[in-house]
């Protein structure tokens, strides 16, 4: 399996405030839900020989753009939380309220470049053919899990 974004995490990429912050302009992500990433090993690891070699790219079913993320979670939580496209130089300035050393602020900010590059906009059936369930969606996964802590 290839690195993954997880669905599970994007009601937490909003600040106190509700905002969305990151240099990923009108990007789309595919993001799985860690259930499916575990549903998927599962299968997997029923028949490893079965699957030998083989390179699987685990999603969610849809690719959103942060707007439209942050869209579904101001459906399903109430709150209303939006996107805020920063430049690369506010993206790093930002962060710096959370004392990390400099790669951790590198991979944050580098999400949400991946993102506006279109990286991680491929949507796969692969959940689906590995488990037999179609992947979970963001409104799905927020319907069936408790508000993040605020």
Known sequence: MRDCLY?????YFAGEDGVIRGPAGDGRVAAVAQTDVA?????IL?????HANAT???TGPEALTLTEAAAVITRARGRTVTFHHET???????RK????PRWQYDAWVSTYTAIAGGELAEVTD??????GRRAT????????SPPAAG
Do not use: C, M, Q
Request: aromatic share 12%; net charge negative; hydrophobic share 40%.
């Open 7 to 11: 669905l599970d995490y994007f009601e």
């Open 39 to 43: 549903r998927s090993a599962a299968a």
């Open 46 to 50: 029923k028949n490893p020989g079965r």
């Open 56 to 58: 699987y790219t685990l």
């Open 88 to 94: 690369i130089p506010e993206a790093y300035e930002s």
């Open 97 to 100: 309220r959370w004392p990390a």
């Open 126 to 131: 692969d959940v689906e053919r590995l488990t």
């Open 137 to 144: 969606s963001l409104a799905e996964l927020l319907a069936a």
